[in-house]
């Protein structure tokens, strides 16, 4: 019976193994397989959807207030007080209820059914229209959310291969830095070498460490964050699949990237367009207050009467039946209506004048983002260059100090000098992709 047991306990480990192996694997992510997921899975993403949905349902709901409405009723009366009278009437010779009873009933049941259909109403007709631009204006909302935050991911994105590149830099040159410590300290021992020469490397060398241990924490950080922005789970384990090389490589062959595009076309031009549409609406609205509205109504009802609750009898009940319309104008509101109707007029106005400032201020924002887009593809081209300077230059550098033809101060120039371009080549890489994604983000 143990052994069964024990087989049994086997088999199942074997078989969740898979899948426990599967929730702890690591989940690798490339630029665009980090926006697609952010796209599907943050929570202002989530949100966005949600409120279309939610806009959807508020359309229905404003037309399902123009069609017919059934309420169903039930009244029952139990008269604890009725005059002495009461008492002393006899019933009808019908069995019914005498004409005291009718009147004073003890107990009394009213069910009734009431159908009403509104015929005209010009508030409604306007309803319709603005449940129509609302709906329009949650979808733009949404695709807004969804530009932000395809520029946040790529920008999280960044700082991740930024601090990783980063470490990978500093862990080279902490090697590079210690291999030429050994053999500055061999020299030292022999008297080929001065002390300040080991003091220098050891400056050097104390400084990349702690900018290591900055750059482990920024890692950590810039992680975490591009998993909450992403919708990741807190424990999951972020590996990244794209370097920082390659996504800047490919932004520098874009060629005439956003020139064919209309500032009509920017999401923002068109949210400022739902603005003017939604105030023109609501001055419409206020309009159509000043018009009549009808409805109609057909009410179906029944009316019975008794002594106890359980004496209702056939002949006891009254059915009646009754076919209308109501018709209110409106006629008089001490010209509040029309301090409402010359507040939406100024706000309609308003919102044109917002438009209009909006066209030219995107047409900028695009000029601005395409001649920022093109100084960091040159920045980057001239950092690039820089670092291979800079590289011949320590490079040269080095071979003279171990030659004892440079001197250990030259050595930390040229080395100080070669850190900065490594790190200006990197953040000039960072820069052109955020660049890319900026006017992305004005112009798709």
């Not at 053999?183 to 900018?211: C, M, P, R, V, Y």
């Amino acid at each position: 019976m143990k052994k069964s047991f024990f087989q049994i306990v086997c088999t199942l480990a074997y078989m969740l193994f898979p899948i426990l192996g599967y929730t702890q694997e690591k989940k690798s992510f490339s630029l665009q397989e980090a926006i697609d997921y952010a796209l599907k899975n943050n929570t202002s993403v989530k949100n966005a959807s949600l409120d279309i949905q939610e806009a959807k349902w508020k359309k229905w709901e404003t037309i399902a207030t123009g069609l017919p409405q059934i309420d169903g009723k039930i009244e029952y009366t139990n008269n604890v007080i009725l005059p002495d009278e009461f008492s002393q009437a006899a019933p009808s010779e019908d069995g019914g209820p005498n004409l005291l009873s009718f009147l004073f009933p003890k107990q009394q049941m009213k069910p009734s059914v009431t159908v009403t259909q509104l015929i005209f109403d010009g508030t409604y007709i306007v309803g319709l229209q603005s449940a129509k631009v609302f709906l329009e204006i949650s979808k733009n909302a949404k695709i807004k959310t969804d530009k932000e935050i395809t520029k946040t991911i790529t920008s999280a994105y960044g700082n991740v291969l930024l601090n990783t590149e980063s470490l990978l830099i500093i862990n080279n040159n902490i090697k590079n830095i210690e291999d030429t410590l050994k053999e500055s300290q061999k020299l030292f021992d022999n008297g080929l070498a001065e002390e300040e020469d080991l003091e220098q490397l050891k400056i050097t060398l104390n400084d990349l460490k702690n900018n290591k241990v900055r750059l482990e924490q920024y890692l950590d950080f810039s992680k975490g964050l591009l998993k909450m922005l992403m919708g990741l789970e807190e424990s999951a384990t972020l590996e990244i699949s794209d370097s920082l090389e390659d996504l800047s490589e490919n932004t520098l062959e874009l060629k005439g990237f956003g020139d064919n595009f209309s500032v009509f076309q920017n999401i923002d031009y068109q949210i400022s367009l739902n603005n003017v549409e939604s105030n023109r609406l609501l001055y419409k609205a206020e309009q159509a207050r000043r018009l009549p509205s009808l409805a109609g109504f057909f009410n179906l009802g029944s009316q019975g009467f008794a002594q106890e609750f359980g004496d209702f009898h056939s002949n006891q009940w009254y059915t009646t039946g009754a076919i209308g319309v109501s018709l209110d104008i409106p006629i008089f509101t001490s010209f509040q209506g029309t301090a409402k109707r010359k507040q939406a007029k100024l706000n309609w106005e308003q919102a044109e004048n917002e438009l209009e400032e909006a066209k030219i201020k995107i047409g900028l924002d695009i000029k601005n983002a395409k001649a920022d887009f093109q100084l960091a593809k040159n920045t980057l081209i001239n950092k690039k260059d820089n670092l291979n300077l800079a590289e011949r230059i320590e490079k040269k550098n080095n071979v003279k100090y171990k030659e004892g033809v440079a001197t250990s101060f030259e050595l930390r120039q040229a080395q100080m000098q070669l850190y900065t371009s490594q790190s200006e080549y990197l953040q000039a890489m960072v820069e052109v992709i955020n660049k890319k994604a900026e006017l992305q983000s004005l112009t798709k």
